[in-house]
């Protein structure tokens, strides 16, 4: 199901590339999906990016958030922006519902990719990943979660957040996430 080498480093998104690369090096299997028209008929428009299968468990539906943290500290988690847009909430938790009726316990996360701009963040005991020379962290919060904290962002983008201190408490690193599904 892993895509190879060569496949990965066309990847013309940095922070897909980079977090396929973490997912190879792991031997967590994965599909990247395909957008474009939906592949169900009761599916929703919009397609999230990745179905991974972490050791034999129930699918994880995978939407990848790329962003850049310029701050010089990950203490607390503080300076991390976890926005997305409401279509793609919509969107995910629709998809888990779909597929949920097939492999019950299936899971649809956001996967927020941090990019790091400065060379000496302090990670404060996050993973720090390195790919072609850049710095990331992974962060998962369950799409169910995301939405019971979601608060308006922009009217006119049509943006969700969630507040400091719910972003803080609902997201993990990743690795602890997919352990925590391996274990159940």
């Not at 701050?71 to 300076?79: E, I, N, P």
């Not at 995910?92 to 899971?107: A, I, K, N, S, T």
Request: glycine share 8%.
């Amino acid at each position: 199901m892993q895509k190879s080498v060569r496949e990965r480093m066309e990847s013309p998104n940095l922070y897909e590339a980079a977090f396929e690369t973490w997912l190879a090096e792991r031997r967590i299997s994965y599909r990247a999906v395909p957008q474009g028209p939906r592949a169900v008929p009761e599916g929703p428009q919009k397609r999230f990016d990745y179905l991974l299968c972490p050791g034999g468990t129930v699918p994880i539906l995978a939407e990848v958030k790329g962003r850049t943290f310029e701050g010089s500290s990950l203490v607390g988690r503080r300076g991390l922006d976890g926005w997305t847009t409401r279509q793609d909430l919509q969107a995910l938790q629709q998809w888990e519902d779909v597929f949920v009726r097939h492999y019950p316990g299936c899971r649809a996360v956001f996967v927020f990719v941090f990019c790091l701009k400065q060379p000496d963040v302090d990670a404060d005991g996050l993973e720090i990943f390195v790919h072609n020379g850049r710095r990331f962290v992974f962060l998962a919060v369950e799409a169910g979660e995301y939405r019971t904290y979601a608060v308006q962002r922009s009217p006119k983008w049509r943006t969700v957040t969630l507040k400091a201190e719910d972003f803080r408490r609902c997201t993990v690193p990743l690795e602890e996430y997919l352990e925590t599904i391996w274990n159940e």
